[in-house]
């Protein structure tokens, strides 16, 4: 997986991690092995950038605490629209707004 590699690239170079995701589960064996291969500290947070709190959440975060030296963005949308939902890209207008509003 391409992130995953740009996750390597950073722990290598350094870095401790903040995974953001959605769903914790999901990213708990990604993060126990990044720590463990990397030697690095991986946190995951789970939010979900078209909830507004959760959204608010992760940009106190990166407005805040001095340890977030760096983000790399990967987020995507994980939806399936039918041929006829297609005109009704609402979820990824919220998404790009998200991730307009974390990197203001």
Same mark, same amino acid.
Not at 69 to 77: E, K, R, S
């Given at each position: 997986?391409?992130?995953? &590699?740009?996750?390597?690239?950073?722990?290598?170079?350094?870095?401790? +991690?903040? &995974? /953001?995701?959605?769903?914790?589960e999901?990213? =708990?064996?990604?993060?126990?092995?990044?720590?463990?291969?990397?030697?690095?500290?991986?946190?995951?947070?789970?939010?979900?950038?078209?909830?507004?709190? =959760? &959204?608010?959440?992760?940009?106190?975060?990166?407005?805040?605490?001095?340890? /977030?030296?760096? +983000?790399?963005?990967?987020?995507?949308?994980?939806?399936? &629209?039918?041929?006829?939902d !297609?005109?009704?890209?609402?979820?990824?207008?919220?998404?790009?707004?998200?991730?307009?509003? !974390?990197?203001?």
């Amino acid at each position: 997986m391409r992130e995953n &590699l740009k996750l390597n690239s950073a722990a290598r170079r350094g870095y401790d +991690l903040l &995974l /953001v995701a959605r769903n914790r589960e999901r990213m =708990d064996d990604l993060a126990k092995k990044l720590a463990a291969d990397m030697r690095r500290k991986v946190e995951i947070l789970a939010a979900d950038l078209g909830n507004s709190n =959760d &959204l608010t959440g992760v940009e106190r975060i990166l407005r805040d605490d001095s340890r /977030v030296t760096l +983000l790399v963005n990967n987020a995507g949308v994980g939806t399936t &629209l039918l041929h006829s939902d !297609v005109a009704d890209m609402n979820p990824m207008s919220t998404l790009i707004g998200g991730l307009i509003e !974390v990197v203001k």
